[in-house]
């Protein structure tokens, strides 16, 4: 008999000898680097709204947010501009939610995850959400305002003015829409993997069709993600300033959007305004720090609105 390979009696105490791992503190120092950071980037946003805080604290009053602007904006309040970001907000998500949600139903139900169209849809989507936020702007320009508005007025109102093709919150919320269009579509495909295969089949057993399910059974389900998608969304729309520049903000409105085609102001360019275009910055800089103190507060109310209705389906969900 043979005497046995030496190679075949390779032991885990061999191992051991070839490879010294290293003990387990060794993860000390990445650990510390990384809280360092965390306390880095903590620090500084403490220091921004502190400083937010005390520099607009003085300047709220229910004068300030519910007048208008007064005396080239060097007195009177933001209520216009609330108005505006709110209708802003609301016009987009109304615009973005079911694109983007069936947007992302069809490619996770009804597509090959491995055929050319599907992989070209993702990288469009892909190269959407790297595109800079003043190309929208310009595209809105171009095609909401120049192509759809311009048209419009071509065949309703071709003695008067320009009605539609001109800058007006519509085409402001629509081009806010294509900004945030791929983070709704990426957090509801998220949602739509996370619900269990055993959910469809039995939905399909039960002799349930397919549009059925995507209804009754998989976008209940895929509800927390949704709202995620739209909470993202609202985080980023409310603060934008680059798209709604060319398409639908105003320097200074001292009334209200009455209408679907009418200017507006927003909270993020009148802050803008405030910080590089008054004439005196010294003696509107307690009127920027509130407006900047406002638009915070409003993004906050807007995502706490939105993570407390998603906390809700899911317990819903989870009860039933």
Same mark, same amino acid.
């Given at each position: 008999? *043979?005497?046995?390979?030496?190679? *075949? ?7 051991? =000898?070839?490879?010294?791992? *290293?003990? /387990?503190?060794?993860? %000390?120092?990445?650990?510390? $680097?990384?809280? $360092? ?47 505006? %970001? ?29 055929? /050319? ?15 800079? #936020? ?17 048209? $419009? ?25 294509? @900004? ?6 990426? *957090? ?17 057993? @039960?002799?349930?069709? /397919? @549009? ?19 909470? $993202? ?25 009455? /209408? ?9 360019? =009148? ?12 003696? %509107?800089?307690?009127? &920027?720090?509130?407006?900047? &103190? ?16 998603? #906390? ?9």
């Amino acid at each position: 008999m *043979s005497a046995p390979d030496r190679s *075949s009696q390779f032991t885990t105490s061999d191992l051991s =000898h070839q490879y010294q791992f *290293s003990p /387990k503190g060794s993860d %000390t120092l990445p650990r510390a $680097l990384m809280f $360092l950071a965390v306390a880095i980037i903590m620090a500084i946003l403490a220091v921004i709204l502190i400083d937010v805080i005390i520099g607009g604290i003085g300047t709220i009053s229910w004068e300030f947010l519910s007048s208008p602007p007064e005396q080239g904006m060097e007195a009177g309040g933001i209520f216009p501009a609330i108005f505006g %970001t709110l209708m802003l907000v609301i016009l987009m998500v109304i615009a973005v939610v079911p694109i983007g949600v069936f947007t992302a139903v069809y490619l996770q139900e009804y597509t090959d995850p491995q055929s /050319k169209l599907t992989r070209l849809l993702r990288i469009a989507i892909n190269n959407l959400a790297g595109v800079p #936020s003043i190309v929208f702007g310009l595209f809105g320009l171009g095609f909401f305002i120049g192509f759809v508005g311009g048209n $419009l007025d071509k065949l309703f109102y071709p003695e008067s003015g320009p009605v539609w093709g001109q800058p007006a919150v519509i085409w402001a919320s629509l081009t806010m829409a294509l @900004l945030t269009l791929p983070v709704v579509i990426v *957090s509801t495909e998220e949602a739509l993997r996370a619900i269990p295969r055993e959910l469809k089949e039995a939905s399909y057993a @039960l002799g349930a069709t /397919k @549009l059925q399910t995507i209804f009754r059974v998989i976008l209940p389900q895929a509800m927390p993600g949704i709202f995620t998608g739209g909470i $993202l969304a609202v985080g980023r729309g409310a603060g934008e300033v680059a798209p709604i520049m060319f398409t639908g903000a105003a320097y200074y409105l001292p009334y209200l959007p009455a /209408k679907l085609n009418d200017q507006f102001m927003v909270l993020g360019y =009148h802050t803008y305004v405030m910080a590089t275009q008054s004439p005196d910055v010294e003696k %509107t800089k307690p009127i &920027l720090y509130g407006t900047v &103190l406002v638009l915070l507060m409003l993004t906050f109310l807007l995502n706490f609105v939105a993570v407390l209705l998603r #906390s809700k389906i899911r317990t819903r969900r989870i009860s039933a």
